[in-house]
């Protein structure tokens, strides 16, 4: 049995969690949480940790870039090399914010945060 | 031009106060934005998790933002934007100048001051070293790299914990730089936990507590910093320095209210939120001049500043519709005790609704228990496992409450032990 101590981050309270893991890898019990929804952040954490990423892109005629996101947090050790793929995008306007930009990017859709008129 | 109510600023307060009053009854209205479009800070917050508490979901900055512009675009109420406002006179008459018109005066019957907060700049930290470029506010940062799309630097250091600070760090390594760490003078940490684990453990960037930026080094550009642990007063231990190369430092030490215009108007400050005096209203000790948002006391997350920018809306239509009249007969004072650093409001006016008092801690308490007097009898108590500086705490005192304070008549303490 291995335990693993985490901070929750689903909400602003930062809940101190204690994940107990059994020796095949799976989640035996968790401890610390407030509510339930920390309960299911410190399983996924520790069995397939997710992070929703906030970038931007170029856009075209402008050097203000255009803010973005994933639709859905995607694996974290994907994180360096979705950055590769939005940094090699460049739209043009008119975008409108929740227009979709990249259909999957590692699982996500990525969209426009902001409007590029 | 004359106007029922000048909002300054069009950030997430002065966006929510203008909703708010108009939804009060009151449709003359007009806000002032020195910035090109309505926002505030917002606009470069790229980030999310911006909206758990108001919406039930996590947005960016941005989109926040465009859900409060929306709203002010559905109910037309004009925005002056690219437009500076210089002072605020005590009578409420609003001075300002912009391309079109020049310099200008607006004549109100109610003021919201939504003007939010700088960062504490390079000048206020006392570093001492070399003063070459490649030291910015995290906020500086933050600007170019999310609305200019330039990179500061390549090699960076921060100081401070501030969230800021650590959403830069996350930003900036993500774009290709490379943090070495973070520096914070303090045992703890002034962000939010999830902000650290987030953006630091994440990258397995360092967080130093108890640790500063002792000199500055670089003819011309940044060349590195000596960092250094300090002591329980916050003094350098020399023989713990070591130099880190770098080419940025980037510096997230706390956020000031700006409240310049304020001061020009007269309204009293509290000297530990850096923002105007208020009652439960929101309302300064100037009627008809109210507050909200970080111009008043520094919030941590916008949700908040949009709830307390509603009441302030709310009030000033209130206080227009009313005929403009009067102040309070009674007033109770709000004062801090023991770790409670500050409270807003700082004076309660009425009795008769309740009324949420938020307040900071200066130091962790553990196994906290927050008491609420009236001279040395104790009118309400809770207690909380933790609390932290870097995390806004409330507590509601009720009608019952309240009138058992109005009817003592003295001042109310809130504290922590």
């Excluded at chain 2, 080094?217 to 060349?223: D, E, K, P, S, V």
């Amino acid at each position: 049995m291995k335990t693993r101590e985490l901070t929750c981050i689903v909400c602003p309270m930062g809940c101190t969690l204690r994940v107990e893991l059994t020796d095949e890898g799976e989640v035996a019990a968790v401890t610390g949480n407030t509510c339930p929804r920390g309960a299911a952040y410190a399983k996924d954490e520790v069995l397939h940790p997710v992070r929703t990423l906030t970038t931007t892109v170029r856009a075209a005629g402008t050097d203000r870039p255009l803010p973005v996101k994933t639709d859905r947090p995607i694996p974290k050790e994907h994180l360096f090399d979705a950055m590769k793929r939005v940094n090699s995008l460049q739209v043009e306007a008119p975008v409108r914010i929740g227009d979709v930009l990249l259909d999957d990017l590692f699982g996500a859709k990525l969209v426009a945060t902001a409007d590029l008129l | 031009m004359k106007t029922e109510i000048a909002i300054i600023g069009a950030g997430p307060a002065g966006l929510a106060a203008a909703v708010a009053a108009y939804d009060a009854g009151v449709k003359d209205l007009l806000l002032l934005e020195r910035d090109a479009a309505p926002g505030g800070i917002l606009q470069q917050c790229i980030h999310n998790g911006f909206g758990l508490h108001r919406y039930g979901e996590e947005l960016t900055g941005p989109e926040y933002a465009a859900r409060d512009v929306a709203e002010v675009r559905k109910r037309n109420i004009p925005i002056l934007t690219e437009t500076m406002v210089l002072s605020v006179a005590p009578d409420r008459t609003v001075t300002a100048m912009n391309r079109q018109n020049g310099i200008f005066t607006v004549e109100a019957k109610a003021i919201v001051l939504a003007m939010g907060c700088r960062e504490r700049p390079r000048g206020a930290l006392n570093i001492p070293g070399d003063r070459p470029s490649g030291i910015y506010t995290a906020g500086t940062a933050q600007r170019f790299v999310n609305i200019q799309g330039v990179l500061p630097g390549k090699e960076i250091v921060i100081l401070g914990s501030g969230d800021i600070g650590l959403i830069m760090a996350r930003r900036m390594t993500l774009e290709g730089a490379h943090v070495h760490a973070v520096c914070e003078l303090m045992p703890y940490s002034g962000g939010l936990n999830r902000n650290i684990v987030q953006c630091l453990r994440d990258f397995d960037i360092p967080l130093l507590l108890s640790h500063t930026v002792s000199r500055v080094h670089g003819n011309g550009r940044l060349t590195g910093v000596s960092v250094a642990e300090v002591d329980e007063n916050r003094r350098v231990k020399p023989e713990t320095e070591r130099y880190i190369p770098c080419d940025t430092l980037l510096l997230s030490c706390g956020l000031l209210p700006e409240n310049e215009l304020s001061k020009g108007a007269g309204v009293p400050l509290d000297p530990v939120t850096g923002g105007a005096s208020v009652n439960e209203r929101r309302e300064t000790a100037i009627p008809g001049v109210f507050a909200c948002g970080n111009v008043l006391h520094v919030h941590d997350l916008v949700d908040f500043v949009s709830e307390e920018a509603h009441l302030a809306g709310e009030s000033a239509a209130k206080w227009v519709l009313s005929g403009a009249a009067g102040h309070a007969e009674r007033s109770i004072p709000v004062r801090a005790g023991g770790k409670v650093r500050y409270t807003v409001p700082q004076r309660i006016d009425s009795p008769e609704t309740p009324v949420r008092l938020f307040f900071r801690v200066g130091s962790v308490a553990d196994n906290a228990v927050l008491t609420v007097k009236s001279g040395q009898t104790v009118l309400a108590a809770k207690k909380k496992r933790r609390m932290t500086p870097g995390e806004m705490e409330s507590f509601e005192l009720s009608p019952a409450v309240l009138c058992a304070a109005f009817d003592a008549g003295e001042p109310l303490t809130v504290s922590v032990n």
